[in-house]
């Protein structure tokens, strides 16, 4: 699961992936899933993964990419087998080829749905997206908001790790006795946790009311985005591309084998 | 030993050390020098990457915290934010019970730590209503009250006043005349230099000083090299060559006197 | 006229029987270095959250008096308003910074005030110079040590171009060189920059070299409000305050009679100055 995680994480670069627009970028992934969505063919899903394993490596994040899909082989492997149950129930039938070949598809069109997202996450950094949600007309509250829970997420880590500690050597022990008493051991863990979540978000609230925070109904920014050549030249090199798909899927009739 | 964090963080690198029994020991260094690190090795809440810690003639990696902790009792830098009950006397019995001790030296050494501690009229108020000061001490008598044998404190003057440190001197003290082992991190120098502990000094994750106050606190490179600034006392008698006064770590008093003799000359 | 004008306050939080704050009168005037000193809850964060405004705006509580910042009366005026006048600076740097990197969270407070990109721009350039930490701009906040978080705060505060700087204890969580060098910094915004400083601190001995004055407070009132040497030779020790060694060694001197101290020293350089002077 942390493989997975990790995936999903921003990994520095100043690769043209990297400094391609987030919305291009959001949208170069979503016309992949799209196109993975449309058809169920182990070799169209193979053509869109090979695509994505060119992305990721002229983004440089390889080992990274393939880290987050192998993090997700369970996940693969519970689709795959739902897939397959779901069949055998509903043909009726134990066994058949056919069977076997759908669920392996679906569960392959996973792989290149997350692998697309993990390509966007690993190159996007929290800002960019950021940036994005105020350019998609997003009110800046949720933004903030949205910068905030990356931005504090690892202090709260943190904050949790100490309290641990500082129980543990009181004696405590969470991985003693029956589920009932166990649930009652995290109680000198979670009051804390809640104190300081509570005092941190006092202390952040007149911190931002320093800072002016909501001191004009429009606020400017620094930096914004704006779509540069590289960004035009990368959505002209997609839609076409996506279209074709699109119309091949519409037009051209394919047996499954 | 040395430890490695799980993020390939090398904290301590190297260390080796013993202390004795009823010795004060104050580990100093900047920030990130690998202190607090250290302490935690101290009841196994971090177990050496390399290298053994031994605890009473135990080793660390052979006991879990709980066992450990009742021999080793640590007061964490914010230790005072880490209350949930209901009252003063609730808050101090948690470990006891988490110990498993007898209800009739449970209720003993509960009134015991809060009368060492000062807070025994306070015992049915909450611990949330205490004054900064009083959730410190109270952080104290949490940890006094299961009479662990080793005392840790991390950072235990961080936030407080003068008033406030001259009184944990007078603990750090007593303590230690009880027979305790005290061992603390620290980098308020005027602190320490007030204590007088022996000293480890850490940079790095590694020990780069180790010996009295005396001679480590008089040490300007050595300490200069560990980004600590030392105590004003020895910053003004290393500048007092011209009359014949060495660097030194005195009382005001008797720096005073020494000043004042050759002055008269 | 003062710069910070405080009369006859007094201010009780909401719920609470006490005054943490007593018949304070103080008068800041444009470029000043006070420190402001006293035991743990003496009333001293109260007093610097009434000379910007978070009381009684951001606090609930009675009260009374009033406090006037570069004439507007803080009880009529938002808090945006006087925070561009007299910043504030709080004690845990963590708790200051919520963007994702240097440069942003210096340009938040400037973003929020809706002004314009070039301006924000130039002032964010501008604080980082001052502060010294150019090199940090793209930094993530995680990346940071201790020390320059609260030079980050520092400077996002200054980036609103505010006439006094206010700090509650900004290097109580700090080790001692990256606390000397937030105060020397700090400094050269008094005397560079002629900011006015307002700043509650246990440590004296690295302050008062800066200071032209020094308020002790107890039990919320002002107990010494006077130019360092002077209110050191008063006995300020019961107030919980830490007389710098270097002026008590004098102090003990001067006792003794063996009056050879002209000035009462507040750094190591200015006793062996006076020392030697007396020597000649």
Same mark, same amino acid.
């Given at each position: 699961?942390?493989?997975?995680?990790?995936?999903?994480?921003?990994?520095?670069?100043?690769?043209?992936?990297?400094?391609?627009?987030?919305?291009?970028?959001?949208?170069?992934?979503?016309?992949?899933?799209?196109?993975?969505?449309?058809?169920?063919?182990?070799?169209?899903?193979?053509?869109?993964?090979?695509?994505?394993?060119?992305?990721?490596?002229?983004?440089?994040?390889?080992?990274?990419?393939?880290?987050?899909?192998?993090?997700?082989?369970?996940?693969?492997?519970?689709?795959?087998?739902?897939?397959?149950?779901?069949?055998?129930?509903?043909?009726?039938?134990?066994?058949?080829?056919?069977?076997?070949?759908?669920?392996?598809?679906?569960?392959?069109?996973?792989?290149?749905?997350?692998?697309?997202?993990?390509?966007?996450?690993?190159?996007?950094?929290?800002?960019?997206?950021?940036?994005?949600?105020?350019?998609?007309?997003?009110?800046?509250?949720?933004?903030?908001?949205?910068?905030?829970?990356?931005?504090?997420?690892?202090?709260?880590?943190?904050?949790?790790?100490?309290?641990?500690?500082?129980?543990?050597?009181?004696?405590?022990?969470?991985?003693?006795?029956?589920?009932?008493?166990?649930?009652?051991?995290?109680?000198?863990?979670?009051?804390?946790?809640?104190?300081?979540?509570?005092?941190?978000?006092?202390?952040?609230?007149?911190?931002?009311?320093?800072?002016?925070?909501?001191?004009?109904?429009?606020?400017?920014?620094?930096?914004?985005?704006?779509?540069?050549?590289?960004?035009?030249?990368?959505?002209?090199?997609?839609?076409?591309?996506?279209?074709?798909?699109?119309?091949?899927?519409?037009?051209?009739?394919?047996?499954?084998? | 030993?040395?430890?490695?964090?799980?993020?390939?963080?090398?904290?301590?690198?190297?260390?080796?050390?013993?202390?004795?029994?009823?010795?004060?020991?104050?580990?100093?260094?900047?920030?990130?020098?690998?202190?607090?690190?250290?302490?935690?090795?101290?009841?196994?809440?971090?177990?050496?990457?390399?290298?053994?810690?031994?605890?009473?003639?135990?080793?660390?990696?052979?006991?879990?915290?709980?066992?450990?902790?009742?021999?080793?009792?640590?007061?964490?830098?914010?230790?005072?934010?880490?209350?949930?009950?209901?009252?003063?006397?609730?808050?101090?019995?948690?470990?006891?019970?988490?110990?498993?001790?007898?209800?009739?030296?449970?209720?003993?050494?509960?009134?015991?730590?809060?009368?060492?501690?000062?807070?025994?009229?306070?015992?049915?108020?909450?611990?949330?209503?205490?004054?900064?000061? $009083?959730?410190?001490?109270?952080?104290?008598?949490? !940890?006094?009250?299961? #009479?662990?044998?080793? =005392? @840790?404190? *991390?950072?235990?003057?961080?936030?407080?006043?003068?008033?406030?440190?001259?009184?944990?001197?007078?603990?750090?003290?007593?303590?230690?005349?009880?027979?305790?082992?005290?061992?603390?991190?620290?980098?308020?120098? $005027?602190?320490?230099?007030?204590?007088?502990?022996? !000293?480890?000094?850490? #940079?790095?994750?590694? =020990? @780069?000083? *180790?010996?009295?106050?005396?001679?480590?606190?008089?040490?300007?490179?050595?300490?200069?090299?560990?980004?600590?600034?030392?105590?004003?006392?020895?910053?003004?008698?290393?500048?007092?060559?011209?009359?014949?006064?060495?660097?030194?770590?005195?009382?005001?008093?008797?720096?005073?006197?020494?000043?004042?003799?050759? =002055?008269?000359? | 006229?003062?710069?910070?004008?405080?009369?006859?306050?007094?201010?009780?939080?909401?719920?609470?029987?006490?005054?943490?704050?007593?018949?304070?009168?103080?008068?800041?005037?444009?470029?000043?270095?006070?420190?402001?000193?006293?035991?743990?809850?003496?009333?001293?964060?109260?007093?610097?959250?009434?000379?910007?405004?978070?009381?009684?705006?951001?606090?609930?509580?009675?009260?009374?008096?009033?406090?006037?910042?570069?004439?507007?009366?803080?009880?009529?005026?938002?808090?945006?308003?006087?925070?561009?006048?007299?910043?504030?600076?709080?004690?845990?740097?963590?708790?200051?910074?919520?963007?994702?990197?240097?440069?942003?969270?210096?340009?938040?407070?400037?973003?929020?005030?809706?002004?314009?990109?070039?301006?924000?721009?130039?002032?964010?350039?501008?604080?980082?110079?001052?502060?010294?930490?150019?090199?940090?701009?793209?930094?993530?906040?995680?990346?940071?040590?201790?020390?320059?978080?609260?030079?980050?705060?520092?400077?996002?505060?200054?980036?609103?171009?505010?006439?006094?700087?206010?700090?509650?204890?900004?290097?109580?969580?700090?080790?001692?060189?990256?606390?000397?060098?937030?105060?020397?910094?700090?400094?050269?915004?008094?005397?560079?920059?002629?900011?006015?400083?307002?700043?509650?601190?246990?440590?004296?001995?690295?302050?008062?070299?800066?200071?032209?004055?020094?308020?002790?407070?107890?039990?919320?009132?002002?107990?010494?409000?006077?130019?360092?040497?002077?209110?050191?030779?008063?006995?300020?020790?019961?107030?919980?305050?830490?007389?710098?060694?270097?002026?008590?060694?004098?102090?003990?001197?001067?006792?003794?009679?063996?009056?050879?101290?002209?000035?009462?020293?507040?750094?190591?350089?200015?006793?062996?100055?006076?020392?030697?002077?007396?020597?000649?």
């Amino acid at each position: 699961m942390s493989a997975l995680l990790q995936g999903l994480q921003f990994h520095p670069g100043k690769t043209i992936i990297h400094r391609l627009d987030p919305r291009v970028k959001l949208v170069i992934s979503i016309l992949l899933l799209a196109t993975t969505l449309m058809y169920l063919e182990v070799t169209v899903i193979t053509l869109v993964i090979v695509v994505e394993a060119l992305i990721a490596y002229a983004a440089r994040v390889v080992g990274r990419w393939a880290r987050t899909v192998y993090g997700a082989a369970p996940l693969i492997a519970l689709v795959f087998l739902m897939n397959y149950t779901a069949n055998v129930f509903m043909m009726g039938e134990a066994f058949s080829v056919e069977g076997l070949y759908r669920a392996f598809a679906a569960a392959y069109r996973l792989v290149a749905l997350l692998a697309a997202f993990s390509i966007f996450f690993l190159t996007t950094t929290p800002e960019e997206l950021g940036m994005a949600l105020t350019k998609l007309k997003v009110p800046y509250i949720y933004t903030f908001a949205f910068i905030s829970a990356i931005r504090f997420a690892p202090v709260l880590a943190q904050e949790l790790q100490s309290i641990l500690d500082a129980q543990r050597s009181r004696g405590l022990e969470l991985d003693k006795g029956g589920p009932l008493t166990r649930a009652r051991r995290y109680i000198p863990v979670l009051v804390p946790l809640l104190v300081s979540v509570l005092r941190r978000s006092y202390e952040l609230a007149e911190a931002m009311e320093v800072k002016c925070f909501g001191a004009k109904k429009e606020r400017t920014y620094l930096k914004t985005l704006r779509l540069g050549r590289r960004d035009y030249a990368a959505l002209s090199l997609a839609i076409p591309l996506f279209t074709l798909a699109a119309y091949i899927r519409v037009m051209v009739p394919i047996e499954l084998p | 030993m040395e430890h490695v964090y799980p993020n390939g963080v090398k904290a301590l690198d190297g260390v080796s050390l013993r202390i004795g029994e009823g010795e004060v020991v104050a580990v100093m260094g900047e920030n990130g020098a690998g202190k607090t690190t250290l302490l935690k090795h101290l009841n196994g809440l971090l177990k050496p990457t390399r290298g053994r810690v031994i605890v009473d003639g135990k080793d660390t990696r052979e006991a879990t915290v709980a066992e450990l902790s009742r021999k080793v009792g640590i007061v964490f830098q914010n230790a005072e934010d880490m209350f949930f009950s209901g009252s003063v006397w609730e808050e101090t019995e948690f470990a006891l019970r988490n110990f498993g001790f007898s209800e009739d030296v449970i209720s003993k050494r509960v009134e015991w730590a809060l009368r060492f501690m000062e807070l025994w009229d306070y015992r049915s108020k909450s611990p949330f209503m205490l004054s900064g000061g $009083e959730k410190k001490r109270l952080a104290l008598a949490v !940890i006094l009250a299961w #009479s662990p044998e080793i =005392i @840790v404190l *991390d950072e235990p003057t961080i936030g407080q006043d003068q008033l406030q440190k001259e009184k944990m001197i007078e603990v750090i003290r007593l303590l230690n005349t009880q027979g305790k082992t005290v061992i603390l991190s620290s980098h308020d120098i $005027e602190f320490v230099a007030e204590l007088r502990p022996r !000293i480890i000094l850490m #940079s790095g994750g590694r =020990i @780069v000083g *180790d010996g009295r106050a005396e001679d480590i606190l008089t040490n300007m490179s050595l300490l200069e090299s560990c980004r600590l600034i030392p105590p004003q006392i020895v910053q003004l008698t290393s500048r007092l060559g011209f009359m014949g006064i060495r660097a030194k770590l005195a009382s005001p008093e008797d720096v005073a006197k020494e000043i004042a003799e050759r =002055i008269r000359v | 006229m003062a710069l910070i004008e405080v009369k006859g306050l007094s201010f009780r939080y909401a719920g609470s029987e006490e005054y943490a704050v007593r018949d304070v009168d103080i008068e800041v005037e444009r470029g000043e270095f006070i420190v402001l000193a006293g035991r743990s809850g003496c009333g001293k964060s109260t007093l610097l959250r009434c000379m910007n405004g978070l009381i009684p705006h951001f606090y609930e509580g009675d009260m009374e008096g009033r406090v006037v910042v570069d004439g507007m009366d803080t009880r009529e005026t938002p808090p945006h308003m006087i925070s561009q006048v007299a910043g504030m600076v709080f004690q845990n740097p963590e708790n200051q910074l919520f963007a994702l990197n240097v440069e942003a969270d210096i340009a938040f407070p400037l973003e929020n005030l809706a002004f314009p990109r070039e301006e924000i721009r130039e002032r964010v350039e501008w604080a980082l110079r001052v502060m010294g930490i150019e090199d940090l701009r793209d930094r993530s906040p995680a990346e940071l040590s201790g020390g320059q978080k609260q030079k980050v705060a520092v400077a996002s505060v200054l980036a609103m171009r505010p006439k006094a700087l206010l700090l509650d204890e900004p290097t109580s969580s700090l080790d001692p060189l990256s606390a000397k060098q937030l105060i020397e910094t700090i400094a050269e915004l008094n005397r560079r920059h002629g900011i006015t400083i307002i700043i509650a601190e246990h440590r004296l001995d690295l302050l008062l070299p800066h200071a032209s004055r020094l308020i002790v407070m107890e039990r919320g009132r002002v107990a010494v409000d006077e130019e360092p040497r002077k209110a050191l030779t008063r006995d300020i020790i019961p107030y919980g305050v830490a007389v710098p060694k270097v002026a008590r060694v004098a102090q003990l001197i001067t006792k003794m009679g063996v009056g050879c101290f002209r000035r009462l020293p507040l750094t190591v350089e200015e006793f062996v100055e006076e020392v030697r002077g007396d020597g000649r």
